[in-house]
């Protein structure tokens, strides 16, 4: 009995041990969880009043928030204008003045101001700046912090003149040294030159275009010289057929209609004057050169056959008087006007004397007579002649054509008064007028018996006024002579305008 009461008092010692153990556990248990909790409350009041914090000086920064590049450059803390700047700086720099390029040993750049290169730095400084600021307070905190962690970068909008790159590569491939030459062909006098072309390089366009965009959008230009892409290309076969197609032409009969008004001008022909077959025979021969010879296919009517009904109206007239016993400046008026005689300008075409009339050469029959020279009477070649200029500068002043070009001599001539005459000199002074009607005109002029005459024909309209001329020598000097012409336009008696043609000086003889 007492070894039982023993183990039963063993027993309950251990039981009561183990509850207080246990209760022990629980109560360690209890605290520990409990400041765990409290750990974690005070860890979640911190990450909100960061959180907070946080969105409160996010929402006041007016600046670029962290991590935001743009082309690789940091605009972090940066205000827009800023911002802007420094990437409009990086940018200009890195690009620089000119693009170098290169073919081989061939070396050459593009100023890259032809290229109108555009970045929008604008609208990527306004994208950097947007970060952080387009969502909800939770989607910018989040952008906020991916930028913190992870760098954001921005590229740009790009473009430049395509166009003008395409141009520009154009012309740099026909400038190349081992260039292909093409097979040609031009008329000369009265013959057709075709040359044969050779191989050579040729850049290849779209695809040099192409590599240098990448280049001036990566900004890669500094110290880098573009290597072109090229190739080798032959030139284009001889075809003697399409040759023919773009050489010949028939001539065109000039002829008029009268409702509406119109005058159709006379145009030359030109055609092989060997057969097609025997010019393709000539290209058959190795040579670098062809010569082809052509005739010239006259119309049966020409402009200046048109007659009186085609040119109804005579718009102005004017006569200067000459010696007609001086037979070698006879000879040259006569030449000079039998040039200008039927002359048709159609509306807006310019008359250059020089180009009508040509150059005063012995082999044209022109013949010595006095001129001036610095000042002096001398005998020259074609003496004379400016007496048409200025009869024919009088005519078109009262057919109210525009005067583009005009020069005074020297000296007073005799045949006109101050002001009122025009000079000209084969490869430097010329006489020119534009034919500012509406229709056309023609030039008919005449030389005989001591007067030189010229009348301007055409149709008169609406717009025509009445013209007077008038000239006068406003001041004298012991050497020089000084005078000034005017022009006044008339409607129906009274007057619409009134301007100066010319303040000219001269020389005393």
Known sequence: MEVKEKESLATIEKKETYIIT?????????????????????????????????????????????????????????????????????????????????????????????????????????????????????????????????????????????????????????????????????????NLIITKGSEGSSIEIEKSMKYIE?????????????????????PNKLDLDDIYNQIH?????????????????????????????EAKNLLQEEKNEYNIPLKILYPNVTTNMIGTEAFPDLLSEFSTKYDARNRNRTTNLVLASNKINGTVLMPEEIFSYNK?????????????????????????????????????YNAALYSNLEILERSNHQFVPSYVTASRDATVVYGAIDFKFKNNREYPIKINCSVSNGIANFKIFGLKSENDYDVELFSKITRTTSTSIYSEAYKTL?????????????????KKH
């Open 214 to 234: 990448e280049n001036i959008k990566n900004l890669n230009l500094q110290n880098n010289t573009i290597e072109l892409f090229a190739q080798k290309k032959s």
């Open 22 to 190: 246990n209760d022990y556990e629980n109560r360690k248990r209890s605290d520990t969880l409990m400041i765990f909790g409290i750990c974690i409350f005070v860890f979640i009041i911190l990450l909100l009043i960061s959180y907070c914090i946080f969105t409160i000086i996010n929402s006041k920064n007016d600046k670029i928030l962290l991590g935001v590049n743009i082309k690789g450059i940091t605009v972090t803390g940066l205000s827009k204008e800023e911002a802007k700047q420094k990437i409009t700086e990086y940018i200009n720099t890195s690009i620089g003045d000119e693009i170098k390029l290169r073919h081989n040993d061939y070396e050459t750049s593009i100023s890259t101001s032809q290229l109108s290169i555009y970045f929008n730095i604008d609208e990527s400084v306004e994208i950097a700046y947007q970060i952080g600021r387009t969502g909800n307070i939770f989607q910018n905190n989040l952008a906020v912090l991916k930028g913190l962690f992870s760098k954001i970068n921005i590229e740009p909008g790009f473009s430049i003149d395509e166009q003008q790159l395409e141009y520009i590569l154009k012309d740099i491939s026909n400038k190349l040294p081992d260039k292909v030459i093409e097979s040609s062909c031009y008329i000369d006098a009265n």
């Open 356 to 392: 009508v009339v040509g150059e005063r050469t012995i082999q044209a029959g022109y013949k010595e007579a006095p001129i001036y020279v610095e000042g002096r009477v001398e005998d020259g070649l074609g003496g004379g002649i400016c007496q048409i200029t200025s009869t024919l």
């Open 249 to 277: 032409k028939e001539p065109v009969d000039a002829y008029y209609t009268q409702n509406p008004y119109r005058v159709f001008p006379s145009e030359n022909g030109i055609d092989f004057a060997i057969s097609l077959e």
């Open 490 to 506: 008339k409607k129906n008696g009274t007057i619409v305008s009134s301007e100066i043609l010319s303040k000219d000086v001269y």
